[in-house]
């Protein structure tokens, strides 16, 4: 964990309301895990004083990038930035996922920025498995062809069907279990919306196969200093706090009270 | 030549006069990484009360202009888990260790106090008075001038470790408050803890905070410290801890002229973990191209 | 179906509840060019007092984190010249005015009620008991109780106009404050004016007002604000106006969802002049989408 | 007076700390008098809530320009503005420079901003006459072509010599005026620091002659209504307030009561 300056080498929109932002920051670059994210002060909006946490896309060498979506004032602010200029990043930070268990199957289920959250995992896996991307359109679905040129099978899946199967990503992962789930041990790595952990961590639960989950909770420090961004784990027959920033983002779906996550 | 920028808090001796904010640091740990501990003034660790609590539910803070609002409730291990925990960790270091202190009664003030009156390591006690979630019946011990006499009263008398009480913004006449504390037999005042706030969800027609309301913090609330620190100096002999919206050597510079005797650098840095290092340093940068050879001659020369 | 915004604050019927907060929209003439006055739900002048004033000297102002720092020292042209010069030109417009009155002396609030009573075209007065520079010997009319007490009886006793007593933010219990202007009779309260505050500077090592201290507006004071009409809203059956860094109509609606009757622009007009007539059509287009028929199915609707 | 979206033309350093920004605003151009000003919100700088305010430096049917210098905050983030965004201004605002009286020949004086701020004075008096600009160094001379094209004769004077003759502004002043000032019955147009104001009317007013002089008091709303930017000016045997963005920034130098100017 450190406190770096990166330099933007390069920024452009990819698609829909998303952008790719690739930057050098050796210091954080070199240590990146998958799964670990970094914690952005947005330049140019002194206003809102907190930095923004996004995953770790890509990291190589001395770069590394984050894809995001322009969601409110600090994601929009940030798109100004150009090739050359200079931002404060804090990172890698929490822990990530957990390489793939010997002998199952790595199954990745993402949505939204969970996309690029997983390319680490993908491309850093030894196992090579399937991936679910679900979205509520074609626009959001990233890094279709990144995904499979690491070996990778993707299936689609969108609300409006205009990419893919049209239905839920747990529509496609149910219908591939049945297919095809038995004959392989699959170990989940999921990073998505509330909804898409829940519905993952619950099939995990029921067919007892391994589960990674990665939370999004808001975050002030990204450190664990604030406690502003924990969630409720297992901890005996009572519950603990965890901080998302720390202990997390990627837990042990076992161990998450999915029915109090917010 | 470098300035001399050691101060002394009450018997708390400091090698230069910037202290982190209680809550806004941890407990040390989290932030070690990532700075020396050991070039802090003083580390002041988040609140600590009697048994372990658990706090607030989500959310838990939200983002206002220039500012932050929190309502985290005061978690935390207790005085056996904080000492057990956390205090080797934090004796390694050759930097004083505040505990920030906190009860739900008088007499559990009194005993928190007395409990770390005898544990190692510890340079003295800050006591959370102005805790916006905090009551003993309908008053508040930081916004009702009898009860905080009474609570400072109890504390002092548990404890001979230097004591600090933190005193509540939200009050109409701090220089009372101030006077008080200091009658009471408190080594220093420390001021001021977030201001009393609330933001709302036009989309559910709620609070944000699950605990409704929430202590504004962060550079909104700086211009209404720097009045109060100024008054408060005014009013005591004793030193004053100043914080609220410190972010940089400028801003910490600010509250030394208007008379208070150390800083804390609070929300800045969950923004720049390295805030407080880098105030520390700017003071002494600033002091030096003066010509200003100590601290001490700078702090409280307002001319006003 | 356009949603019903008109609101009756205290006997003052407006078309919309958005009016201007004292001191921020000059008498009416200087914005004349760039708002229609008769868009305003209703507007509320600089403070007057009996005879003409020249306020403080400069600097008057400095801008802060998200806020502004003013310590204008009440100028302005005494009743006569204001209702002189400005009511022949308020009088053209189908807008209430209210008139923000202030005194040195409980008699002078008094005797400033009593000339306006018998103006035409005034709509009601909002009484100034927190501007940070006024006293009456120590006590300051707004932060404490009984002087306020006093003022608002005294100048209830000298108007039929609809009264609304403008509270002072620095309290620590302000549904006290609420309450007893209730009970003194008055017809609506207002609030917040601007925070008691200082800023300096670090060369002169001077504050940087004339008046060394000055009163924070703008954003960076919302979250207080909120928290604090939200409390008043609750104290008293009496209309509240709130105020306190409104820039959009989202802020506004934050305001009457806590429950304000009506909400005051103040800092934000300096801007953008527009920015009034833009929170009043807001205001109308969130309720419209929401299929909320009437404003005052809004106000106070926070569910907490 | 009206509040403008304008859009951004042209935007660049012109030289030393000094950014000539051009924009389209067809509507506050087109009443644009020399000395007026036009008041800013500077984009992207959400935490500093002022306008700021800025002499219109030149207006050419639909569009006007400032020339502003890096001092603050805001002129720093204000040159990250880019050709087709846009900014709001509100504007023309104050009391400029009346025409030359007849009879009389026109003499300018003008340091930092001051030079753009004249400009129009230059531009639209039928009676072209002499310019004294000065400055600490080459840097912060501005605009001397473009007021010579104009058929002005322009004297430079810098502090350090770097440009024109050494010293201050008015020692070529006085120079000038020992020289050619009796044949010509000077009017003063005067817009600069503090100092070069009060010594332009000192000597005025010595020498009987008027003077209009332009203020630069820090101002809040810049239409009159918070009393932020007042000076005092004579009124009788005493004195009252004025406010510069309204009845100001010029003034006849003979109503402000100079000892009292900040
Ligand atoms: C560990 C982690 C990794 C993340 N990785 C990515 C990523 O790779 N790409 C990406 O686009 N986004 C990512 N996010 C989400 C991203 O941090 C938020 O979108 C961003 O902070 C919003 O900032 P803003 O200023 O634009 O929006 P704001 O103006 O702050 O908020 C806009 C809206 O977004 C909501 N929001 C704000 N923060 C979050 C959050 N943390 N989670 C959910 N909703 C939020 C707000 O409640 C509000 O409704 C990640 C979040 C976490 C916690
Ligand atoms: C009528 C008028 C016309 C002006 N015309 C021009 C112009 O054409 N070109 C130009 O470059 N500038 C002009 N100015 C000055 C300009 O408004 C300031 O430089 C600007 O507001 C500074 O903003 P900032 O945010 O960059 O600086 P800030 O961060 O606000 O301040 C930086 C420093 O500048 C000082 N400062 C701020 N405002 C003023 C001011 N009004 N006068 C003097 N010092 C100030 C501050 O005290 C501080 O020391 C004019 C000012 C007025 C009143
Ligand atoms: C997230 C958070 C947690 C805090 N927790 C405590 C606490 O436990 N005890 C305490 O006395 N003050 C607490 N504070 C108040 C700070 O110590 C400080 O007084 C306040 O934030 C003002 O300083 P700042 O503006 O620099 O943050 C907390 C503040 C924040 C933002
Ligand atoms: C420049 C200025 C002058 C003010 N003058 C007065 C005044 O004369 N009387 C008064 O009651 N309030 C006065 N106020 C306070 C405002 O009416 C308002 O209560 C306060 O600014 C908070 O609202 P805001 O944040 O929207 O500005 C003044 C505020 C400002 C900024
Ligand atoms: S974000 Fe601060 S503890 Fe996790
Ligand atoms: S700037 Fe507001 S009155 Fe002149």
């Keep these: 964990m450190q406190l770096e300056q990166a330099t933007v080498i390069a920024h452009a929109p990819i698609q829909g309301s998303y952008n790719l932002l690739q930057m050098r920051a050796p210091g954080v ?6 799964g670990q994210f970094i914690h952005v002060k ?24 984050i894809l995001y979506k322009d969601v409110g004032k600090g994601t929009r602010t940030l798109q100004y930035l150009e090739p050359g200029e200079s931002l404060s990043i804090l990172g890698p930070l929490g822990h990530g996922f957990p390489e793939v268990s010997a002998g199952h199957f790595p199954v990745l289920i993402a949505g939204g920025y969970g996309m690029a959250a997983l390319y680490l995992v993908a491309q850093r896996s030894p196992v090579k498995g399937v991936a679910f991307f679900g979205g509520r359109s074609a626009q959001d679905i990233l890094c279709v062809p990144e995904f499979e040129a690491l070996g990778w099978k993707v299936l689609v899946t969108t609300e409006d069907g205009s990419l893919g199967q049209r239905g839920l990503v747990t529509d496609a992962l149910d219908a591939w279990w049945a297919r095809e789930g038995s004959a392989h041990s699959p170990e989940l790595f999921v990073c998505g919306p509330g909804g898409m952990l829940k519905a993952a961590a619950r099939r995990a639960e029921e067919r007892n196969c391994p589960a990674w989950t990665s939370v999004d909770n808001n975050m002030g420090c990204g450190v664990g200093a604030c406690l502003t961004c924990v969630l409720k784990v297992k901890d005996g027959e009572s519950w603990t706090w965890a901080r998302a920033c720390r202990e997390g983002p990627v837990f042990n779906s076992r161990d998450i009270l999915w029915e109090e996550l917010a | 030549m470098k300035p001399d920028l050691s101060t002394n808090i009450g018997g708390i001796r400091m090698k230069n006069p910037v202290m982190t904010a209680s809550g806004t640091f941890g407990y040390g740990p989290e932030y070690a990484d990532l700075v020396d501990i050991n070039q802090l003034g003083a580390i002041v660790v988040k609140g600590i009360c009697l048994h372990p609590t658990k706090g607030n539910e989500l959310p838990r803070t939200t983002e206002v202009a220039s500012g932050l609002l929190n309502a985290i409730g005061l978690p935390g291990p207790g005085v056996d888990g904080f000492v057990r925990e956390y205090m080797p960790f934090l004796r390694t270091y050759d930097t004083p260790v505040v505990v920030n202190i906190w009860g739900k009664t008088i007499e559990e003030y009194a005993e928190v106090a007395a409990r770390f009156d005898s544990v190692p390591g510890i340079a003295g006690l800050e006591v959370n008075v102005s805790c916006p979630n905090i009551k003993e019946g309908s008053a508040v011990f930081g916004t009702d001038i009898k009860m905080f006499e009474r609570v400072v009263k109890a504390i002092r008398s548990a404890t001979r470790l230097p004591l600090i009480p933190k005193l509540a913004p939200n009050v109409s006449d701090i220089a009372e408050y101030a006077r008080c504390a200091e009658a009471c037999g408190a080594d220093a005042i420390s001021l001021i803890n977030s201001f009393p706030s609330l933001a709302v969800n036009l989309d559910t027609r709620r609070p944000i905070l699950a605990n409704k309301t929430g202590g504004l913090s962060g550079p909104a609330i700086k211009p209404i410290a720097l009045r109060l620190v100024w008054l408060a100096a005014q009013a005591v002999e004793i030193p004053v801890v100043a914080m609220g919206g410190i972010s940089c050597a400028r801003d910490a510079l600010e509250f030394l002229l208007v008379g208070a005797s150390a800083v804390a650098v609070g929300t800045a840095s969950f923004v720049y973990p390295d805030t407080a290092l880098r105030v520390a340093a700017g003071i002494g ?20």
């Design chain 1, 29 to 34: 670059a070199a240590r990146v895990q998958p």
């Design chain 2, 285 to 304: 940068d600033f002091l030096e191209k003066e010509g200003i050879a100590s601290l001490s001659d700078w702090v409280g020369s307002i001319k006003a």
């Design chain 1, 42 to 65: 947005v330049p140019y909006l002194e206003e809102c004083i907190l930095r923004r946490p996004f995953s770790i896309f890509r990291a190589d060498g001395e770069s590394l990038s």
